[in-house]
């Protein structure tokens, strides 16, 4: 008999910061997996305004009841990354016509790349459909109501780190 093949997940992106569409997804995807894993990517071309730590320390937070979720950071491909991980499959999540094009790309890169690998979608939750990190940023820096947006625990540093003091 076989040693039992435990299922792991790869549920990539910036967080940058965690919105309450990307908690959706987690929460969604850690019921099809016995591990799924966030992997923060470190993005040497795209300026992050939450560290590494401070995005790990949200989502590790935020997470914190679902024991199956872990929280890395990770560098380069993200095929290697999976590779490493052991991961069978990449968690990804759709809003709008206007994520098809890029993730369909994504998608079959990875599969080229990495054939054994397959990507699934999560449809958003159509209350979160409207929101990305970006928006989040700009609302947040305008001193706009982030809550509801955004998990609650992490309202008040998003608020601290963004707001335009004068
Ligand atoms: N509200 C949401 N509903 C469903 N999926 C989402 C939502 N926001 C992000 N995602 C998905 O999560 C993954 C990681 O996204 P990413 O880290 O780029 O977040 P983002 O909110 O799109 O940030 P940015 O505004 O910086 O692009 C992508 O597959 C993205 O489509
Ligand atoms: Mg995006």
Request: negative net charge; aromatic residues 8%; hydrophobic residues 40%.
């Amino acid at each position: 008999m076989g040693k039992e093949k435990i299922r792991i997940g790869v549920y990539p992106g910036s967080f940058d910061p965690l919105t309450n569409g990307h908690l959706d997804i987690i929460m969604r995807a850690s019921k099809l997996f016995d591990l799924l894993i966030v992997g923060i990517l470190k993005n040497d071309s795209k300026q992050a305004v939450f560290t590494m730590e401070e995005r790990v320390s949200q989502i590790e937070r935020c997470t914190a009841d679902l024991k199956n979720v872990k929280v890395e950071m990770f560098k380069g491909l993200l095929v290697d990354f999976v590779r490493e991980k052991k991961a069978g499959t990449i968690v990804r999540g759709l809003r709008a016509v206007s994520d098809y094009e890029y993730e369909l790309q994504m998608a079959m890169l990875n599969k080229h790349m990495s054939p054994e690998v397959d990507t699934i979608f999560f449809m958003t939750d159509i209350h979160n459909s409207f929101l990305s990190s970006s928006v989040i940023k700009d609302i947040a820096q305008h001193g706009g109501n982030i809550r509801g947006l955004v998990p609650d625990e992490i309202v008040d540093e998003i608020y601290a780190k963004l707001m335009v003091k004068d």
